[in-house]
């Protein structure tokens, strides 16, 4: 298009100032820094959730090997109580007695042994138990900080919302009545730009960025009718407002 309303061109600044703050609005919604530490607390939650599936396991290892253990050295000790009774009782013969003692010798050699292997399993279930817990208190920890953050990022990105929504509504507002062709410009110079589609022009200066303006395009600013619409060679809409 080549001409629009010098009034239209003008109202595009405001628009253009609309969809700016929009943008860094936005922007701010998708980097606010709860988002990373959400992100960073969920993935040691789940190191943990994987590391207390490990201890549960290692405990219930450590802990069938000491039910072993102790099964292991009762058995021993029931035997060799038996045998120390049919000694006491005098029934034996002296050759069976000694037989005997030599057996309960035995037995109290293998009973040490059993009760040695039965002290490093407890104590193994005891280091087990210990790290477990540190787990659990590890995770109810890290739970309780998501949650903190999770309501911190609820309130700063319900108020990033409300600014959003407010921006939203006085852009519809600004373009109510837009020279439809006007608008249809702006938009397609700002998908081609990233955002930036209309710049100020005062004098021979841009805003708010400066560019250099060649002497064909200042001079075409000076003398061009003000409905002109008028477009840099960079491509942006150059609207004309006096100093």
Known sequence: MSTAPATDQRRLLDVQALDTARAKVAHAHRSHP???????????????ARAEVVAVSTLKDAQ????KADADVEQVRVRAARDQQRLDSGSLSP???????SELESLARRQAA????????????????GELTAIREQATSIAA???RVEAEQREALADLDGQLAELEAKRAVAIRGLDEGLLALYEKVRAQTG??????VRGQRTE????????????????????????????????????
Not at 64 to 67: I, M, P, T, W
Not at 214 to 240: C, F, H, K
Request: glycine content about 2%; cysteine-free.
């Open 114 to 129: 059993l009760e040695e292997i039965e002290l490093e399993t407890m104590e193994a279930v005891e280091t087990a138990e």
């Open 195 to 200: 955002g930036l589609a209309v710049l100020t």
């Open 95 to 101: 050759k069976e007695s000694v037989s005997m003692m």
């Open 145 to 147: 900080d998501i949650e």
């Open 208 to 243: 708010p960025i400066a560019l250099d303006l060649s002497l064909s395009e200042i001079n075409d600013l000076r003398t061009a009718p003000a409905d002109q619409v008028m477009r840099s060679e960079d491509g942006y809409i150059l609207v004309r407002v006096s100093d």
């Open 34 to 48: 709860t988002h990373a530490t959400l992100s960073e607390l969920r993935d040691r939650a789940a190191d943990l």
């Open 64 to 67: 069938r090997a000491q039910a």
